[in-house]
């Protein structure tokens, strides 16, 4: 069973840190393109960050700005997504996402498909 497991997420204060984790199982997600997508209450789930199979390529949502990174340990089957300057708009489930490719996670629309999700980590930013 495919599972991707995320973890990391809770409550801080503006300006704080976070680093969420996802963890994969199931099978090998070397080739996969993974990514971080999140969604706030009463807004579509949006794209946060992606990272390709080889780690050689990133990409971020425009809101990002350079507060975010995301890596991944192949070794572990693990993504990170490290959250810096963190604001309170920035409150939402942040989801675990994977892709044979990473198109359908980067341009990610409300109906579209990606391979596999998790279930989701609550990130609470306090002003």
Same mark, same amino acid.
């Given at each position: 069973?495919?599972?991707?497991?995320?973890?990391? =997420?809770? +409550?801080? %204060? $503006?300006?704080?840190?976070? /680093?969420?984790?996802? #963890? !994969?199982?199931?099978?090998?997600?070397?080739?996969?393109?993974? =990514?971080? +997508?999140? %969604? $706030?209450?009463?807004?579509? /789930?949006?794209?946060? #960050? !992606?990272?390709?199979?080889?780690?050689?390529?990133?990409?971020? =949502?425009?809101?990002?700005?350079?507060?975010?990174?995301?890596?991944?340990?192949? #070794?572990?089957?693990?993504?990170?997504?490290?959250?810096?300057?963190?604001?309170?708009?920035?409150?939402?489930?942040?989801?675990?996402?994977?892709?044979?490719?990473?198109?359908?996670?980067?341009?990610?629309?409300?109906?579209?498909?990606?391979?596999?999700?998790?279930?989701?980590?609550?990130?609470?930013?306090?002003?």
């Amino acid at each position: 069973q495919v599972q991707l497991v995320e973890s990391g =997420g809770g +409550l801080v %204060q $503006a300006g704080d840190s976070l /680093r969420l984790s996802c #963890a !994969a199982s199931g099978r090998t997600f070397s080739r996969y393109a993974m =990514g971080w +997508l999140r %969604q $706030a209450p009463g807004k579509e /789930r949006e794209f946060v #960050a !992606a990272i390709s199979w080889s780690a050689d390529n990133t990409y971020y =949502g425009d809101f990002v700005k350079g507060r975010f990174t995301i890596s991944r340990d192949v #070794a572990k089957n693990t993504v990170y997504l490290q959250m810096n300057s963190l604001k309170p708009e920035d409150t939402a489930i942040y989801y675990c996402a994977a892709d044979l490719g990473i198109g359908p996670i980067t341009g990610y629309y409300t109906g579209s498909h990606i391979d596999y999700w998790g279930q989701g980590t609550q990130v609470t930013v306090s002003s």
